[in-house]
């Protein structure tokens, strides 16, 4: 059984910064991509971030470029999302999933099945 237990959300002001974790089991880790959406309170869930730790490759989304990093530990089956310089367009509740990185790419509602989806964790952050 796929299981993604995401930590790491809470309450930050503007600039400030928090590190999400994903610790991921029930799959061969470096078979998938794995990473981070999120969804504000009356808007669709969006890709923010992922990586494929077999070739290194990764993703972001524009509005997170140069400001959030995100990393994996294949020894601890753990991606960690690196979040810097945080604004309150950046509040949501993030949700670790796994998937081929190609959908984060292409993120749509309609693949949400696509992805293996763990529990969110809320990042609020004040201004």
């Known amino acids: 059984e796929v299981q993604l237990q995401a930590s790491g959300g809470g309450l930050v002001q503007t600039g400030g910064s928090l590190r999400l974790s994903c610790a991921a089991s029930?799959?061969?880790?470096?078979?998938?991509?794995t990473g981070w959406f999120r969804q504000a309170p009356g808007k669709e869930r969006e890709a923010v971030s992922g990586?494929?730790?077999?070739?290194?490759?990764?993703y972001y989304t524009d509005s997170v470029k140069g400001r959030f990093t995100v990393s994996s530990d294949a020894a601890k089956n753990t991606v960690y999302l690196q979040m810097n310089n945080l604004n309150p367009d950046d509040t949501a509740t993030y949700y670790c999933?796994?998937?081929?990185?190609?959908?984060?790419?292409?993120?749509?509602?309609?693949?949400?099945?696509?992805?293996?989806w763990g529990q969110g964790t809320q990042v609020t952050v004040s201004s």
């Open positions: 990586i494929d730790s077999s070739i290194g490759a990764t």
């Open positions: 999933a796994t998937g081929f990185l190609a959908a984060w790419k292409n993120y749509s509602p309609k693949i949400y099945d696509n992805f293996y």
């Open positions: 029930g799959f061969t880790f470096d078979d998938y991509a």
